[in-house]
């Protein structure tokens, strides 16, 4: 079985962190691979900076901030993703190119087309699978306030502080194009059912892929 490379999407707040992690130590067990957790921006050595400065920043317009998180995946497939797939290693990876076609044209309006062109260009790897976590906007936004008097930096950060109206934009995207992902709705679903959804499903992929 070859490394897999598993990408995890989602609004703010649908859980992508603490799935990420359960999915991760299954996967190993599973495959008898080392599993390698990342995300974006930033998820490489060195992007902490770019990170904040893309998610700080309020003063760019939106071609920019695409460029800019092409840019830090560039670093983060050479310097993390691929080193780690052709080590063999799985990889995990929070948001991939699903979120900045999510983001950048559902969420502020660039021609999806456009974003496309751009992100082929990119030559970037194809993730094995895609997973979504489907939740409602008004439920992720409530979590995220909860959060906030433990992140100092949520008013800071740029997507967050766009608030409601962003989210519900960025979320109807996703689910109409939730036919390239593992979908699940996490809405009426405990933590542990979502993964178990998961799972579930990988485990079936997998099984399928190896049967070829």
């Not at 080392?34 to 992007?47: A, H, K, L, S």
């Not at 080590?87 to 900045?100: A, K, L, M, V």
């Not at 409602?136 to 967050?160: G, H, Q, V, W, Y």
Request: charged content about 30%.
């Amino acid at each position: 079985m070859k490394a897999l490379f598993i990408t995890l999407e989602g609004i703010d707040g649908s859980g992508k962190s603490t799935q990420a992690k359960r999915i991760a130590q299954w996967l190993e067990d599973f495959t008898g691979r080392r599993t390698i957790c990342t995300f974006e921006p930033g998820g490489w050595e060195g992007g902490k900076t770019l990170r904040e400065f893309i998610l700080g920043s309020k003063s760019y317009n939106a071609l920019s901030e695409l460029l800019l998180f092409l840019a830090d995946r560039s670093e983060h497939v050479e310097k993390i993703i691929m080193p780690a797939l052709n080590s063999g290693h799985n990889i995990i990876c929070e948001r991939y190119n699903d979120s900045t076609l999510a983001y950048q044209s559902g969420g502020h309006n660039l021609e999806i087309a456009h974003v496309k062109r751009i992100i082929t260009a990119c030559n970037f790897p194809e993730p094995d699978a895609k997973i979504l976590l489907d939740l409602t906007p008004e439920t992720a936004f409530e979590r995220m306030k909860s959060r906030k008097n433990l992140n100092d930096k949520f008013e800071n950060d740029k997507f967050e502080s766009e608030g409601l109206a962003l989210m519900k934009n960025v979320a109807k995207f996703y689910r109409d194009s939730s036919e390239n992902f593992i979908a699940v709705n996490c809405d009426k679903l405990s933590e542990h059912e979502v993964f178990n959804e998961i799972i579930s499903r990988l485990e079936a992929m997998i099984k399928q892929c190896q049967s070829r």
